[in-house]
């Protein structure tokens, strides 16, 4: 029988969030992780398993929080309500207060070498699972004569997706979310409508 840990994991992984978060997987070392965790790298691998394995359960639960707006935003009854909610929500994501700017699937790729092609996989994987989804509600649209019939409903995703993942690097940059809704804003103003 083991010892108890001797600190919160949910906490210690909310810190790992914000290493990630802010630094990147390959920019975010060990003794960053263990440091802002609070806890010894033997206490981290025994919790958490690997720098690959914490990452992963970093990014669910960054999923699960601040970027848990992609979920509800396929929920919307119109597609431009759906591509405003999705905007929005990465607007509001990239620029918390208390948070790092930017968002961590995008910043946490960035710039990753060979060795960290599991973590650039993994998020890869992750933003084409949302590109997906955002595909697969604006099929519906077309299907419900929300969108125009000769709609693309890919084409749409990918442009969805594309100008939120630019708003999560001018984030990083220094722009305001000010700055940063006025360029969703201008992404919808030729959207199609039926």
Same mark, same amino acid.
């Given at each position: ?5 001797? =600190? ?11 290493? +990630? ?10 003794? @960053? ?5 609070? /806890? ?7 919790? +958490?398993? *690997? ?14 929080? &601040?970027?848990?707006? %992609? ?14 909610? =999705? ?8 620029? $918390?207060?208390?948070? &790092? ?16 092609? %599991?973590? $650039? ?17 604006? $099929? ?9 019939? @000769? ?13 939120? *993942? %630019? /708003? ?27």
């Amino acid at each position: 029988m083991g010892r108890p840990r001797g =600190f919160d994991a949910e906490e210690a992984l909310e810190a790992a969030v914000h290493v +990630f978060w802010a630094q990147g997987y390959e920019g975010a070392s060990l003794s @960053d992780l263990t440091t802002a965790m609070g /806890i010894s790298k033997t206490s981290m691998y025994a919790a +958490f398993g *690997n720098k690959d394995d914490l990452f992963r359960r970093a990014l669910e639960k960054y999923v699960e929080g &601040p970027a848990d707006y %992609g979920a509800r935003a396929v929920e919307e009854p119109t597609a431009r309500q759906v591509a405003a909610a =999705f905007l929005q929500g990465s607007v509001r994501a990239t620029t $918390r207060p208390g948070s &790092p700017a930017g968002c961590l699937g995008v910043h946490g790729a960035l710039a990753t070498s060979a060795t960290a092609h %599991g973590a $650039r996989d993994v998020l890869v994987a992750w933003r084409r699972d949302g590109e997906s989804r955002l595909e697969q509600r604006f $099929r519906r649209a077309v299907e419900e004569g929300d969108l125009p019939a @000769d709609s693309d409903p890919a084409r749409l995703a990918r442009y969805v997706m594309t100008v939120a *993942n %630019g /708003i999560a690097v001018q984030a990083v940059t220094g722009a305001t979310r000010q700055d940063l809704q006025d360029v969703a804003d201008t992404a919808l103003l030729n959207w199609p409508s039926a």
